[in-house]
């Protein structure tokens, strides 16, 4: 049975210099060098593959990238009396045009909730006094909203009193970000 002819060779030396000699490949070789050649192309494939999802992330990754300027935070500080349950809570809104503060009165207690939040150029002082619950209620006494320059540093504290005039205590503090 004759073999397949793999190709064409140049003699260049001895008698028959100058001439052209087909070469044979038996079945093995043959094999061989179709694999090699479907490997190679199956490597292509991978490499193009690779490359369009690295496209594909590089482009997901600058697409949902943050904003250059960080937005501001969510604060909450409550005031401090020792327990496990605490009488009243700050609450800062960063972020927000304007910002947004709030005041709770947590605790039936005969006590009352002040809170103050300060930044460079302004301040915001909020008392509670109704004693509701462990949910704020947005009432125009306990909320207000106010313009806080981007990025300011704003200082939270939150003390309970005893009256309108009262001494404060068991004061929290914290710091919030505009």
Sequence with gaps: MPRPYDGVKQIDGGPMAGCRQATVTGPRELEHKHLEGYMRSIRRIRT????????????????????????????????????????????????????????????????????H?????????????????????????????KQVPEGARVEITVCRRKGADGPKKDCGFSYGKA
């Design 48 to 115: 193009k593959h690779a490359a369009m999802t690295l496209g594909a992330v590089s482009a997901a990754l600058l697409l949902a990238a943050p904003p250059a300027q960080a937005a501001g935070s969510t604060t909450v500080v409550y005031t401090d009396n020792g327990g496990s349950t605490y009488a009243g809570k700050a609450i800062f809104w960063g972020g927000y045009n304007p910002e947004q503060f709030m005041v709770c009165d947590t605790k039936a207690d005969d006590m009352r909730v002040w809170a």
């Design 117 to 145: 939040w300060s930044w460079n150029g302004g301040s915001v002082t909020l008392e509670d006094a109704d004693g509701s619950s462990a949910f704020c209620q947005h009432t125009g006494a306990h909320v207000t909203r």
